[in-house]
């Protein structure tokens, strides 16, 4: 293999390559290792802000493989839209056992249990009383039931059924959260990034699932030391994902998303479909038995969701959240200006003199999933990668089997995807494909 920049990935990936894959990692050696949670506060738009982020190594931290630069391997991880960094778990456990390297999940502001040492989210996302279950982005503040109303959004029900909103009411401070939690993300992310991974001696490539992906997108630009980035199933810039699902999101800056069943289900129908067919469907009982089986295993994890403005490119709705912001610590029209530029830069790649360019990117999506299909990146995804200037080098392996939780196991794949996906990974950090950018 090559180390000049030339190594490629392989187009496409039949199930068969793909158990051989997995077998190869499997069969590793598997490595000690060593987990740390890390909780750590930022101050960001005169607010504090805790977040949490587990980091895995090696037990020994010297057996950390070196990439194609010289650099040991850092692999920076966001994990899907409901999720905090346990849900990446089978991802990041077998990157540092299986490859050695080092790995750090970020939790989204607010998303982590902190009053619970374990971090399970009690109960349900409702509550028997009409509240709701709110985000803890300070240790010891509570959103109280007054700060906002329940809605019943049913603008979007061909596509998510009927959506539960707690709406964050002016003036509260969960208003006053809502609006600043973009620029607190990015703060946080950088945190995580020069804490866990110092330039001198780590390249970072980043990998966010989902919702995660325009977030890893737009930081590879604002940390010198991503050499690109690691995928599957991410989604890409958020005014990208806009056209691959084909509308603009609507709703307020201010709504909470407050998951349901119905967040489990709208993907598994579309996948039932995919794998089995017309005919597939005609089992809906069973399936519903399934989906309210599944939505039990994983109301321990955060379920809620505040990121569609940045996930879908909204940009109106982002310059409103930069508005509120602005008002409330009395900005003037040129300080307004450029936080509302900010907030709508981290929808799309930025441009200019001396901005770092969009890095190598490498990403895998599966046969039955339901948003990234071959059809979609070829006309859609590529297409737009490649208006960028400088055009980042982008290639996309398509996988013969997975949906887009990729984690999930199936015959001959107990780990599902995340083996043959990190070999790949592996392949690409070692050989050259992060070396050069044409």
Not at 180 to 196: G, I, L, N
Not at 372 to 379: A, F, L, N, S
């Amino acid at each position: 293999m090559s180390k000049s920049g030339n190594w490629e990935p392989p187009k496409t990936l039949d199930k068969k390559e793909l158990i051989s894959l997995s077998n190869t990692v499997l069969n590793n050696q598997t490595k000690a290792f060593e987990k740390k949670e890390h909780i750590f506060r930022i101050e960001t738009l005169e607010m504090i802000w805790d977040v949490g982020v587990m980091v895995y190594e090696p037990s020994n931290p010297n057996h950390i493989p070196k990439d194609a630069h010289g650099k040991k391997v850092g692999i920076f991880v966001l994990p899907g839209g409901s999720g905090d960094y346990r849900a990446m778990e089978p991802l990041t456990n077998l990157l540092v056992q299986k490859l050695g390297y080092r790995v750090a999940t970020m939790t989204y502001p607010g998303r982590l249990y902190l009053n619970d040492k374990n971090r399970d989210w009690p109960d349900d996302t409702f509550n028997t009383d009409g509240t709701v279950r709110t985000p803890i982005w300070q240790k010891g503040e509570k959103i109280q039931p007054e700060e906002y109303e329940v809605i019943i959004d049913e603008t979007l029900r061909s596509r998510y059924g009927r959506r539960m909103v707690a709406r964050a009411k002016p003036g509260t401070n969960f208003y006053n959260r809502m609006a600043a939690w973009p620029v607190a993300f990015e703060d946080a992310m950088k945190t995580v990034c020069q804490r866990h991974f110092p330039k001198d001696d780590f390249s970072i490539y980043v990998h966010g699932h989902s919702t995660g992906g325009p977030f890893v997108h737009m930081l590879t630009q604002r940390v010198d030391n991503i050499r690109g980035v690691v995928g599957i199933e991410n989604s890409p810039f958020g005014y990208i994902y806009q056209k691959m699902v084909g509308y603009e999101w609507k709703g307020p800056f201010n709504d909470l998303l407050i998951r349901t069943w119905r967040d489990i289900a709208r993907y598994r129908g579309a996948e039932v479909r995919s794998q089995e067919g017309e005919e597939g469907l005609m089992r809906l009982p069973w399936i519903i038995e399934d989906v309210m089986e599944d939505w039990q295993k994983v109301l321990t994890q955060p379920q809620f969701k505040a990121e569609y403005p940045l996930h879908y490119a909204a940009t109106h709705t982002m310059e409103a959240a930069a508005n509120a912001v602005a008002t409330r610590l009395q900005f003037n029209e040129n300080q307004t200006k450029n936080l509302v530029s900010n907030y709508q830069g981290y929808c799309r790649e930025l441009t200019g003199a001396g901005i770092k360019s969009v890095p190598p990117i490498l990403l895998a999506i599966c046969k039955h999933s339901r948003d990234h299909t071959r059809k979609v990146y070829d006309e859609i995804v590529l297409p737009m990668f490649a208006k960028m200037v400088p055009a980042p080098k982008v290639r996309v392996i398509k996988l013969g089997t997975g949906t887009h939780h990729y984690e999930y196991p199936e015959p001959g794949l107990s780990k599902g995807l995340v083996a043959p996906i990190i070999a790949i990974w592996h392949q690409a950090i070692t050989n050259g494909y992060y070396l050069t950018n044409g």
